[in-house]
């Protein structure tokens, strides 16, 4: 009879062993799913933040050139004090409309930033 009773326990323990087996295998197969998932996130966010510097160099390049036109507007305003009496409400709407639309590309270009932050800040804050 203890022949028996010891097969009995050393088949509960085997049975025990393949069951724990299983379940850590599957495991294992979700979370080298996880993985690749964040990998292939990862990726996407390096390329997500390669196109955003890009972006922002474009803009500030196009800020810059803004910012040029505007010297040499000011410049050639200094060069002609009397042409500037009868055209300076239409240099006055381009001076608005120039600094209208740097603080228009500076708005976007913050929101962008605070967007890749945000998701930098959340994909570390699943990590812990």
């Given at each position: ?104 590309i500076e708005e976007r270009n913050g ?18």
């Amino acid at each position: 009879m203890e022949q028996g009773s010891e097969l009995q326990r050393l088949e509960k323990f085997v049975e025990k062993l393949l069951t724990r087996f299983s379940a850590l295998k599957a495991e294992k197969a979700q979370l080298e799913q996880e993985v690749f998932e964040r990998d292939l996130l990862i990726e996407e966010l390096r390329d997500n933040i390669s196109s955003k510097v890009t972006e922002r160099n474009e803009i500030s390049e196009r800020v810059n050139k803004i910012v040029d036109q505007i010297e040499e507007w000011e410049l050639n305003l200094e060069k002609s004090e009397t042409a500037a009496d009868s055209s300076s409400e239409t240099e006055n709407i381009d001076e608005n409309e120039l600094r209208a639309e740097i603080e228009e590309i500076e708005e976007r270009n913050g929101e962008e930033e605070r967007r890749v932050q945000h998701n930098l800040f959340s994909m570390s804050d699943a990590k812990e």
